[in-house]
C-alpha cells in the first residue's frame, strides 16, 4: 500500500491470533449530490473571485469545510451576515422558501447547491399540501434539511422523530395523511416508523418514490455485509453527519463487536484494536476518499496489510451544476471564445 505523506499513525503492531485484515465497503464516501454541491463552491470562487458565502456547511464534514475556507468560502449560519449584494451558495441539504426570500431582499445572488434528490422531496410536500394532506415528515429536529422541507409547508407538516414518536403523534383526517422522510435516515429505523404509522393510519399514503437516497442506502447495504465479519468498524465521518451516524448504528446492529466514528484517522485508539482480527472501514457519502486512505495507511502501519474491497453496488450517478452557475460560467466562456477569423 503506498504511504501517505504527512500520515503518522500513533496505533502500533500488536499481535493477535488468526489473519489482521481490513474489509473495505463499497460503495462509500462522495456522493452524487455532495461532489456537485463542493465543485459548486470551488466553482463560484473560481468565478467571481473570494470571497464567496456559504449558509450552513455546504455538507457535513469538518475536513472539506476547512479545505473550502482555506479557498475562499466563508461559511454563515443566516443571510443576514451576508454583505448586501453578495454571492452565496446553499448547502446541499436544502432551505425553505423563506430563506430565498430573505436572501433575495438582501440583493443576494444565490446559487442553489441543494442535492437534486433533497429538492424532489420539497417537492412531494408542496404537491401533497397542495391537495391538503398532512404531511408526517420523518426525520431528526433541527436538521438542515428537515428544516428545509417542513418549510415549504409548515401549516401541513408535523414532525416524527423516531418509531416511539409514530406511536403517539395525532393527524387532523387519518384519510388524508402521508409520510415523507429525511434522505439520510436509517431504512430499518425509517420503515419501522412507517410501520407503525400504518398500524394506526391505514390509510397513509407513500411517497412517489423512495425519499432515502441511493447513496445512504448503498452505504447501509455495504456496511451490513461487512459488520457480519467485522470485530470492529471504523466510520469515517463527522458527528453532524446523520448518514454517517446511521452508518455506525448499522454496523453495530447488524454483528459489529464495536463501531466507531472518527473525522480523522488520528483519532482512531490503540485500545480499540488491540485483539482485533478483522477491522470494516466505511464513510459517509460527504467524506472524501483521502481520509479513507489515510485510515487505511494507519491501520497498515499496525499490520493490517490485507485490505479487502467488499462491493454491493456500483454508482455511477452524476449530476449537473446549479444553474445560476451553469449560465454564468456558459456566459464567461462565450465572452472568451475568439470571433470569426477574417478571411479576407
Same mark, same amino acid.
Given at each position: =500500500? *503506498?504511504?501517505? *505523506? ?7 503492531? &500488536? ?24 465543485? %459548486? ?9 473570494? *470571497? ?30 451576508? *454583505? /448586501? ?16 426570500? %430573505? ?54 407538516? &408535523? ?6 414518536? %409514530?406511536? !403517539? ?13 429525511? #434522505? ?6 425509517? =420503515?419501522? !416508523?412507517?410501520?407503525?404509522?400504518? #398500524? ?76 482485533? /482480527? #478483522? ?5 459517509? %457519502? ?10 487505511? /495507511? ?13 462491493? #454491493?453496488?456500483?454508482?455511477?450517478? =452524476? ?7 451553469? !449560465? ?17
Amino acid at each position: =500500500m *503506498p504511504r501517505i *505523506p504527512g500520515v503518522r499513525s500513533r496505533l502500533k503492531d &500488536t499481535p493477535v491470533v488468526g489473519h489482521k485484515r481490513v474489509l473495505l465497503a463499497a460503495p462509500r464516501g462522495y456522493c452524487a449530490g455532495v461532489d456537485r454541491a463542493v465543485i %459548486a463552491v470551488e466553482k463560484a470562487i473560481e468565478h467571481y473571485g473570494a *470571497p464567496v458565502y456559504v449558509r450552513k456547511q455546504i455538507v457535513h464534514n469538518i475536513h472539506v469545510v476547512s479545505e473550502l475556507e482555506s479557498k475562499g468560502a466563508i461559511f454563515v449560519e443566516e443571510v443576514d451576515e451576508v *454583505p /448586501e449584494g453578495s454571492h452565496i451558495v446553499f448547502s446541499a441539504h436544502g432551505v425553505s422558501p423563506a430563506v430565498v426570500n %430573505a436572501a433575495s431582499d438582501r440583493g443576494l445572488q444565490a446559487i442553489d447547491a441543494t442535492c437534486p434528490l433533497v429538492t424532489k422531496v420539497h417537492r412531494e410536500a408542496v404537491r401533497f399540501a397542495r391537495d391538503d394532506f398532512e404531511i408526517l415528515l420523518i426525520g431528526h429536529e433541527g436538521h438542515e434539511e428537515v428544516e428545509g422541507t417542513a418549510g415549504e409547508a409548515p401549516e401541513h407538516t &408535523t414532525l416524527v422523530g423516531s418509531p416511539d414518536e %409514530a406511536d !403517539t403523534v395525532e393527524v387532523k383526517d387519518p384519510n388524508k395523511v402521508v409520510w415523507l422522510s429525511q #434522505t439520510t435516515l436509517s431504512v430499518d429505523e425509517t =420503515m419501522e !416508523t412507517v410501520r407503525r404509522l400504518r #398500524t394506526r393510519f391505514p390509510n397513509l399514503q407513500d411517497p412517489p418514490s423512495d425519499d432515502i437516497c441511493y447513496a445512504t442506502q448503498n452505504r447501509q447495504v455495504a456496511i451490513k455485509k461487512v459488520a457480519q465479519d467485522a470485530d470492529l468498524v471504523i466510520v469515517v465521518g463527522s458527528a453532524n453527519s446523520s448518514n454517517s451516524v446511521r452508518l455506525v448504528e448499522v454496523a453495530l446492529e447488524y454483528g459489529a463487536k464495536a463501531a466507531y466514528r472518527v473525522d480523522y484517522a488520528s483519532e482512531i485508539r490503540q485500545e480499540w484494536i488491540d485483539g482485533v /482480527e #478483522t477491522v470494516g472501514v466505511t464513510s459517509g %457519502a460527504s467524506v472524501p476518499e483521502v481520509l479513507v486512505d489515510e485510515v487505511l /495507511e494507519s491501520l497498515a502501519s499496525a499490520g493490517y496489510l490485507d485490505v479487502q474491497e467488499v462491493k #454491493t453496488a456500483e454508482e455511477d450517478l =452524476m449530476f449537473s451544476l446549479p444553474k445560476e452557475l451553469r !449560465t454564468n460560467l456558459k456566459g464567461a466562456k462565450n465572452k472568451q471564445a475568439p470571433g470569426p477569423r477574417n478571411q479576407s
